[in-house]
């Protein structure tokens, strides 16, 4: 059993900055992807970003510049570095687990922490 526990939401002003953190119950290593998704109510999760285990990186166009994802394998954490925060990035913000870089599936999602921008 994979757990995900995600931490470090809160408040922030417009411009300011949060960094997530993500711990796993596992290595992160080459079998797998990590990442983050974001939910606001009334819409579909959408994927913010994701890292492989050599540091190849993804970033929605609505965050790229923003948000810095990485990782460490050795205190088994990943985390995301929003800078620059906008209110459109309120949302719900989950760690997730994939089975590869390509595709859409995830296999292990956290519970969420909040971000709310104002």
């Known amino acids: 059993h994979v757990q995900l526990v995600e931490s470090g939401g809160g408040s922030v002003q417009a411009g300011g900055s949060l960094k997530l953190s993500c711990a796993t119950s596992?290595?992160?290593?080459?079998?797998?992807?990590m990442g983050w998704f974001r939910q606001t109510p009334g819409n579909e999760r959408e994927e913010v970003a994701r890292i492989d285990s050599d540091g190849k990186t993804f970033y929605a166009d609505s965050v790229k510049g923003r948000f810095t994802i990485s990782r460490d394998s050795a205190k088994n954490t990943v985390s995301l570095q929003m800078n620059s925060l906008k209110p459109e990035d309120t949302a719900v913000y989950y760690c997730?687990?994939?089975?590869?870089?390509?595709?859409?599936?995830?296999?292990?999602w956290g519970q969420g922490t909040q971000v709310t921008v104002s």
């Open positions: 596992e290595g992160v290593d080459s079998s797998y992807c």
């Open positions: 997730v687990r994939r089975p590869s870089w390509i595709g859409n599936a995830v296999d292990y």
